[in-house]
């Protein structure tokens, strides 16, 4: 047994003084800070805050078979120095991508016995697999992502308006839960060259608004639970919010990069800031937080997808040549936190974006809280110290972070009871097995 005595400690959705008992792998009770306990002592200092570990479920580790870009090793690793102990991982950029039963028992054996942090995975809705997503599900996938537009990689092509209703029906049969990257090829354009401006312009929200209606209307028609991932544009949230009120089963995530940069601070040729959908103007991100704030986007994720630093071609700086991806697994708490406590958001909030919520959503009751019978996941966060990105586990350190002031330090992390030092303890997890 150990007891973690902290005076400040997020439970349940509030900063409190508590003691945390811990037995074994799970967390036993929650306690007065000052309960006697019969376990070892582990004091929590006083400019520390005790958090669950974060649940990120957008994450692409690219492995097997495109490990140069990143991989379960070095994933993981960055994800425990970032306090997030769990990861849940992208169907695509890995070969095979994760689009039949086959293709996830490849992954899986490729994680097996590399992961620092516990790690669960998400298929792919491919043109012509409806009748796997099934299989998948019972295989214990947490959902199924689809493209509304050309992925980037060839293998995991996008779903045209039929292939989405039949993946949606589909999903609906076995009440799973489809995600969904929305962009809408018709509201883009081709762009080159070396201006964000430009960028930024060949993308419009317009192409957001217009993926996210055939998503909203076809899961009315289909009844499916569906979640939007990396929403940027917030010029979307109104026909989102009208869809939650409605009773649409649908949930929208944004990511560290939608909430912190600004298309105004970009660089012309900087392309480690290039993402799709793009970082947009300041109005657009105080938008964002307004949408946190009211419910209508759900979490915070991260959608980590770097390359190798050839790809985004940042000799070059051309925005239409680069890979578009940010890395940022293992400073997402920092890069939030510093911009929420700057709009007066508390750390309880941001555990609720990081944590809670995505664990809730995919279904790992264990996972992103401190309640009893929840794993011992837990995180030591130094909220007021300040931060600059320093040595990153993940395999390449491109990240537009770089020298970015920063606030708030995460100096622990427990995955299931033990420290998460990088040893290779994380679980393969799988939908509803707890
Ligand atoms: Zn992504």
Known sequence: MIVFRARRAVVEGVERPAAVLVSGERIEAVLPVDAPADAREVVIADDEVLLPGLVDTHVHVNEPGRTEWEGFATATRAAAAG???????????????TVDVAALQTKRAAAEGQCAVDVGFWGGAVPGNAGELAKLHAEGVFGVKCFLLDSGVPEFPPLDEGGLRAALAAVAEHDGLLIAHAEHADAIRPVSGRRYADFVASRPPEAERTAIATLLRLARETGARVHVVHLSAAAALPQLAAARAEGVPVSVETCPHYLALTAEEVPDGDTRFKCCPPVREAANRDALWQGLADGVIDMIVSDHSPSPPELKRLEVG???????????????LPVVWTEARRRGHGLAQVVGWMAQAPAARVGLRRKGRIAPGADADLVVFAPDE?????????????????????????????????PADGTPRGRLLRRGED
């Not at 769990?86 to 991508?97: E, G, H, R, W």
């Not at 051309?318 to 997402?332: N, P």
């Not at 390449?396 to 033990?418: M, S």
């Open 386 to 418: 300040p931060y600059t990105v320093g040595e990153l586990h993940h395999r390449h350190a491109v990240t537009p972070y770089a020298g970015r002031p920063l606030t708030g330090v995460v100096r622990r992390t427990w995955l299931r009871g033990a």
């Open 83 to 97: 306090g997030v102990t769990t990861i849940v991982d992208m169907p695509l950029n890995s070969l095979p991508p």
């Open 318 to 332: 051309d925005f239409g040549e680069a890979w578009g991806g940010i890395a940022s697994l293992q400073v997402g």
